[in-house]
Every structure is written in C-alpha cells, then in structure tokens.
C-alpha cells in the first residue's frame, strides 16, 4: 500500500511539474518578444530572461527523461493545473495563450503587472522546492531529488530580471492583494486539485510528450533558431 501511495503520488507530482515547466519556457517566449519589442536595447534583461526560458526548458527535459526512464507518460493534466495560467487568468481575464502582447508592448502598466505575476510565480515555486526536498517520497528517487536540487539552485536568478526592471523604472512591488492571489492559487492546488488528481483513477495518461508540438507553435522553427533569434 505504501508503495502504491509513493507511486501515485511521484506520478501525480511530476505530472504537474512537467506541465508546468512547459508552459513556463513556452509563456515567457511571449515575455521575451514583447521584451525585444519595447527596449531592443536592454540587451542584459533579454538575456536574463533568455536565460530564465533556458532553465525552464531544461527542467522539462529534466522530468521527460525521469518518466521515460521510468517507463511511462505523465497523466494527462492542463492549464487546470497550471500556476502561473491560473495567475494570468485572474490578473489579466484572459487565458494566458489569448494574453494580447501587443497591449503589454504598448502598455508600461500591463507589462508591470505581467513583471510581478511572473516574480511572485517564481518565489512560490522556490517555497514549494524547498518543502519537496524534505519529502519523503521524493527523497527516496535519488534522480528526482536531483532534479528538484537543481530547480532549488537555479530559482533565484528567475525572478531576478523582472522585480530588477520593476525597481529600476521606480514601478511598486507587489501588494498584499497580488500576494494574497498567489496564495489562493497555491492552496487552491494543495488542498483540492492535487488530491483531486491523485484520487481520480479515470485521468488518462498522455499520449504525446507536451513538447511534441513546439515547432508547429513557433512556425515550424527548431527551438534552438528560436530562442536565439
């Protein structure tokens, strides 16, 4: 029985991060257009970001190679489960693929809003890492606890670009209302979409790796040319 727990709860855990680590590199290419589009000239943020969209997809292949080595396809899970989609949603009304950038180019107000989203998403990320390093579930997968430690260390630098550009143009930090959006969110997955996941033998699994689609979304380009361009 307790293998069967530790199983299911490995599965469901690397589930919602392997979403989440996609949609993370895959939104912030949206970030770092509008990026370009606004201050083609601040070459370091650019990088800085650029370098946030490297890690994330790195920590996505990080967790497709721990299922493949295992064996199996993550559950089918969607934005439902997605942070910083829950985030969009509640800040902007909108989905986050219908998010307009050409509004966040144009819009110094929109793009602050989008810098401390991302800044608070980040730090809650780097909490919840710090709490599964102490599990015991993940601690006993010496290849998942790896992952999570290197997660853990490259953290910081996330949320580095964007509370630096908020600083530098004398924008506000986030107030206890966006906080308290943050926790809701989280405590929304914990407490009731997590164990919903875990107890509901009918979620299928995916039959195609999230990132089987990339190059059909970024027009065909591999994603090396596009994150270079």
């Known amino acids: 029985m307790l293998r069967w727990l530790r199983e299911r709860y490995l599965l469901v855990l690397g589930s919602i991060y392997i979403y989440n680590e996609h949609r993370g590199y895959t939104a ?13 000239d601040d070459l370091a943020l650019i990088a800085a ?18 299922f493949e080595r295992r064996g199996s396809m993550p559950l089918d899970v969607d934005r439902t489960f997605g942070h910083i989609d829950r985030f969009v949603e509640i800040v902007f009304r909108t989905p986050i693929d219908k998010l307009d950038t050409q509004a966040v180019i ?3 107000e929109l793009f602050e809003r989008l810098c401390r989203v991302i800044a608070l998403t980040e730090r809650r990320g780097y909490k919840q890492v ?11 997968d010496p290849i998942l606890t790896r992952i999570f430690r290197i997660i853990h260390k490259d953290e910081p630098s996330h949320w580095a670009p964007y ?6 143009h004398g924008r506000r930090r986030p107030r206890w209302w966006e906080r308290a959006i943050d926790a809701f969110i989280h405590s929304e997955l914990l407490f009731i979409k997590l164990p919903w996941l875990f107890l509901n033998p009918w979620v299928g699994r995916r039959t195609a790796w999230p990132d089987a689609r990339d190059d ?9 040319a596009h994150a270079a361009t």
């Open 130 to 140: 710090e709490t599964l390093l102490k599990n015991r579930f993940v601690l006993d």
């Open 216 to 224: 059909e979304a970024y027009g065909n380009r591999p994603l090396a």
């Open 28 to 40: 912030i290419d949206r970030v770092i257009e509008a990026v370009r589009a606004r201050t083609p």
């Open 106 to 108: 144009d819009r110094d």
């Open 49 to 66: 970001i650029e370098s946030h969209r490297g890690d994330e997809r790195k920590h996505y292949m990080m967790f497709r190679r721990w």
């Open 163 to 168: 509370e630096a550009w908020l600083v530098a």
